[in-house]
């Protein structure tokens, strides 16, 4: 479980390490230094010892880190170790790119439904998740023991749909609509706008800097 006291900064990046560990044991290395973690992720090696000394002791002075050992304890700390269905709300084009990419490339979670309203694709299937109508979220979010909803609406449907998560008793959600959600302070939200993201880009494509 999460320690209480870790900030979200710390949380944020935990992921990252994951990452560098995930290609490093493919690699077969065994042992990496903080020096050698800040030069894969671009933080600093006081940082990465400070964010790991939230949780605990997980190196050897002198000699680093266990690749391995790191990995397992990153995957507990966040709550990885076993798999957390999820749910992706609006199986449009976005929503089912994620649906695709989470059942294909990503080990740590599982897609157990996905939700629209558009009679059109409800009863229809991607790969073997079924497109269910929203009206019966609360219903499948009790039979798979859902954690985190992704949602890919508009905008304009992003708040009532949001309502209707939480409500079926989601307090996770990974919002794609660009749109800020007005909800309850114990509902934890992470907001991407695709479009901003580009946007603030094509600056850099647009200067010298």
């Known amino acids: 479980m999460v320690s209480k006291r870790a900030p979200k900064s710390v949380i ?42 939230f949780f605990g002791a997980f190196g050897t002075r002198g000699s680093g880190y266990n690749t391995d050992y790191l990995r397992k304890k990153i995957l507990k700390i966040i709550g990885l170790d076993g798999q957390t269905n999820i749910t992706v709300i609006g199986a449009g084009h976005l929503g089912t790119a994620l649906i695709r990419y989470y059942a294909q490339k990503n080990p740590y979670v599982n897609v157990v439904a996905a939700f629209d309203v558009d009679s059109s694709i409800v009863g229809q299937k991607i790969f073997d998740i079924e497109i269910v109508d929203i009206s019966n979220i609360k219903d499948i979010v009790n039979k798979y023991d859902i954690k985190v909803a992704v949602m890919t609406v ?9 309502e ?25 939200v992470h907001n991407v706008d695709l479009s901003i993201e580009l946007q603030s880009l094509i600056y850099y494509a647009n200067t010298n800097r």
Do not use: C, M, W
């Open 12 to 53: 944020r990046r935990l992921p990252v390490y994951l990452r560098i560990l995930d290609h490093l044991i493919i690699n077969n290395v065994e042992i990496i230094s903080s020096k050698e973690l800040s030069e894969e992720t671009g933080f600093s090696a006081e940082q990465i010892r400070k964010d790991l000394a």
């Open 164 to 188: 209707k998560v939480v409500e079926s008793g989601i307090s996770v959600i990974f919002n794609f609509a660009p749109v800020k959600l007005r909800l309850a302070d114990n509902i934890h």
């Open 154 to 162: 508009p905008a304009e449907h992003a708040q009532p749909v949001a």
